[in-house]
């Protein structure tokens, strides 16, 4: 069984494994689920699989919506054949939404029946509407959308290293970074664009050997003028997803792990989660009164900061959601719309938060299965709309950067209706 395991080795590195610039403490959760989950691998490939068992048990307790751990354990259910443990490793994993090639893990057909069947069926089905607001032909990489209050689209371009307004006739220089440089994710507030600026190797004029700092700028909206630039001393910064909240910015950084803020919108980005506790933080938002600020850890899940006490929460996944491979968020009223595109098929989430988001209640999958839901990237909540890229054309570039093809799929932006 050693292939089906290096094969769920590789399922858990692209899921739930760290960058590799980032020191994960082994006192947190996902230190600790590492470790638990590299024994209960190492134990099964030693054939003791009752240890394997135990361990990978462990590891589900801190992360009960791995799928690498849902599928380890049903493997080393199945070879101690214990068949109805197994089956009811693999319900959980089905119940969540995830979808199991049965080609790639032939092992499981010793258990799979019309039950398992019927969920996995459930899990690709088409699954609610998407209105087409805009097609973009060419190569452009778009990694977010900002809707200003007049509705015009404000978009990046990550293959171009360009920010502007998007229409019809396509996308608008507005601001233009240094070659190899763009914008991983923008916000506007009180009429000023904020961005998060790294190096990529999917975009033009990329250099690996450049010295080009990952920074956060101010920048006028009218002219595209830089009116300001934040960053730090750390070298191996790469910020990515931002969140203009009600005082402060909040930026993530997926080399390090780290989660940053900008008091007040001025003076110097200070560290607001430590490197070591989360592998790859992607979107944040705070709650209506600015008291909690939640981050979406692709790893790992979400977590909760509590931004008076400066405490830091894994929420749990609840029955039947799964957390992780998640990309945006974003508050609709006093639930999230949550981008998931770290699982097949790439889904568009409402988490119906407790009153204090303190915990995760129910997730809902809104949008599923459309043909132009296609590695979705950022957006934006405007009233009842969910505004994004839907088509982002991540899909076009492979592991290296390189171009797949000669005519790439169009960029889509869309938007689905949300309600109260």
């Known amino acids: 069984?050693?292939?089906?395991?290096?094969?769920?080795?590789?399922?858990?590195?692209?899921?739930?494994?760290?960058?590799?610039?980032?020191?994960?403490?082994?006192?947190?959760?996902?230190?600790?689920?590492?470790?638990?989950?590299?024994?209960?691998m190492a134990a099964l490939q030693k054939n003791d699989r009752q240890t394997a068992l135990d361990r990978l048990t462990q590891a589900g307790e801190i992360l009960p919506d791995s799928p690498s751990v849902l599928l380890l354990k049903a493997q080393a259910a199945l070879e101690l054949k214990r068949k109805p443990a197994a089956r009811a490793a693999l319900i959980d994993y089905l119940k969540r939404g995830l979808v199991l090639d049965l080609a790639r893990y032939p092992e499981f057909n010793a258990i799979w029946d019309a039950d398992l069947e019927s969920l996995?069926?459930?899990?690709?089905?088409?699954?609610?509407?998407?209105?087409t607001l805009n097609r973009l032909t060419g190569l452009n990489l778009m990694e977010g959308v900002a809707v200003l209050d007049d509705g015009t689209l404000l978009a990046t371009s990550l293959r171009n290293g360009v920010v502007g307004p998007l229409s019809d006739m396509g996308l608008e220089k507005r601001l233009s970074l240094r070659a190899g440089a763009a914008a991983n994710a923008i916000a506007v507030r009180e009429g000023v664009l904020w961005a998060s600026t790294s190096t990529s190797r999917q975009t033009v004029g990329y250099a690996p050997d450049a010295k080009i700092t990952s920074?956060?700028?101010?920048?006028?909206?009218?002219?595209?003028?830089?009116?300001?630039?934040?960053?730090?001393?750390?070298?191996?910064?790469?910020?990515?997803?931002?969140?203009?909240?009600k005082e402060d910015l909040y930026v993530s950084?997926?080399?390090?792990?780290?989660?940053?803020?900008?008091?007040?919108y001025q003076g110097k980005l200070q560290v607001l989660i430590p490197e070591g506790y989360l592998g790859s933080p992607q979107g944040l938002v705070e709650n209506a009164d600015a008291s909690a600020l939640i981050v979406a850890d692709y790893a790992s899940g979400l977590y909760r900061v509590d931004l008076g006490k400066g405490t830091l929460t894994r929420l749990i996944a609840p029955d039947g959601a799964a957390l992780l491979g998640i990309d945006g968020l974003y508050r609709y009223g006093n639930d999230l719309i949550a981008v998931q595109n770290g699982f097949k098929p790439n889904r568009i989430l409402r988490l119906r938060m407790r009153a204090d988001w303190s915990a995760v209640e129910k997730a809902e999958v809104l949008l599923r299965g459309h043909p132009d839901l296609e590695e979705p990237s950022g957006g934006q909540v405007i009233g009842d709309r969910f505004v994004f890229v839907a088509r982002s054309q991540w899909s076009e570039f492979d592991d290296k950067g390189n171009i797949r093809r000669a005519t790439?799929?169009?960029v889509v932006i869309g938007e689905i209706a949300l309600k109260p």
Do not use: C
């Open 1 to 40: 069984m050693k292939t089906s395991l290096i094969a769920l080795a590789v399922l858990a590195t692209v899921i739930a494994g760290p960058a590799a610039a980032q020191k994960i403490d082994p006192a947190s959760d996902l230190g600790r689920f590492h470790a638990l989950r590299t024994e209960g």
């Open 120 to 131: 996995q069926a459930a899990n690709t089905a088409r699954t609610g509407s998407l209105k």
């Open 215 to 245: 920074k956060l700028i101010k920048v006028d909206l009218a002219t595209g003028k830089i009116l300001a630039q934040f960053e730090d001393t750390r070298p191996d910064r790469r910020l990515a997803d931002l969140y203009a909240g």
């Open 253 to 264: 950084d997926g080399n390090t792990g780290e989660v940053l803020r900008l008091n007040g």
């Open 408 to 410: 790439p799929a169009p």
